[in-house]
């Protein structure tokens, strides 16, 4: 697997992907309305244009895809998904580990996920990072937000 920034016409399909990846966390919720399923293609460009966008790849195709933003002490991690028929591969544990490799200078990372995602949350804990805050959502959803302090 290669893990690398994505190009602009890598977007249709990474949006593809993160909307397969999202219904099964709507589904959870029962809400359809989040917004990695209401996002448009127009909307991921803007915020391509702000943050870094990568994209797992294998033997040519796109099976993952992250977003990062950083400020000047955090490496905020967003959007990760992975190919509906590959979770459970490892693919999103090496999206995390290769963004904590390439923002290695970054001593705190976050990111957030629903608190009902215990998949989600199981790799995010197994990887270090710990819940520190819980905000309202939607009626239905509450976001864990958690994080990774590198000492």
Same mark, same amino acid.
């Given at each position: 697997? !290669?893990i690398k920034?994505a190009?602009?016409t890598?977007?249709e $399909?990474?949006?593809?992907?993160q @909307?397969?990846?999202? +219904? !099964?966390? *709507? @589904?959870?919720y029962?809400?359809?309305?989040i917004?990695p399923?209401? $996002?448009?293609?127009d909307? /991921?460009?803007?915020? /391509?244009?702000k943050?870094a966008?990568?994209?797992?790849?294998?033997?040519g195709r !796109? +099976? =993952?895809?992250v #977003? +990062? %933003?950083t &400020?000047d002490t955090?490496?905020?991690? =967003?959007k990760l998904?992975?190919?509906t028929?590959? %979770?459970g591969?490892?693919i =999103?544990t090496?999206?995390?580990?290769?963004?904590? #490799?390439i923002y290695k200078?970054y001593k #705190? /990372?976050e990111?957030?996920? =629903?608190?009902?995602? $215990? *998949?989600?949350? #199981?790799l995010?804990?197994?990887?270090?990072?710990? @819940? /520190?805050k819980t905000?309202p959502?939607? $009626? @239905?959803a509450? !976001? &864990?937000?958690?994080?990774?302090?590198? +000492?």
């Amino acid at each position: 697997m !290669i893990i690398k920034l994505a190009e602009i016409t890598d977007l249709e $399909e990474m949006l593809t992907i993160q @909307k397969s990846a999202y +219904v !099964i966390q *709507a @589904k959870i919720y029962d809400d359809y309305t989040i917004m990695p399923l209401t $996002e448009t293609l127009d909307d /991921f460009k803007a915020d /391509f244009a702000k943050k870094a966008v990568y994209k797992a790849v294998i033997a040519g195709r !796109i +099976v =993952g895809a992250v #977003r +990062v %933003h950083t &400020d000047d002490t955090t490496c905020y991690i =967003g959007k990760l998904c992975v190919l509906t028929e590959l %979770h459970g591969q490892g693919i =999103g544990t090496q999206l995390l580990k290769e963004m904590e #490799r390439i923002y290695k200078d970054y001593k #705190r /990372f976050e990111l957030f996920t =629903g608190s009902k995602s $215990e *998949a989600n949350i #199981r790799l995010y804990e197994r990887m270090g990072y710990k @819940k /520190f805050k819980t905000e309202p959502y939607t $009626e @239905k959803a509450t !976001i &864990d937000y958690m994080e990774k302090i590198i +000492v």
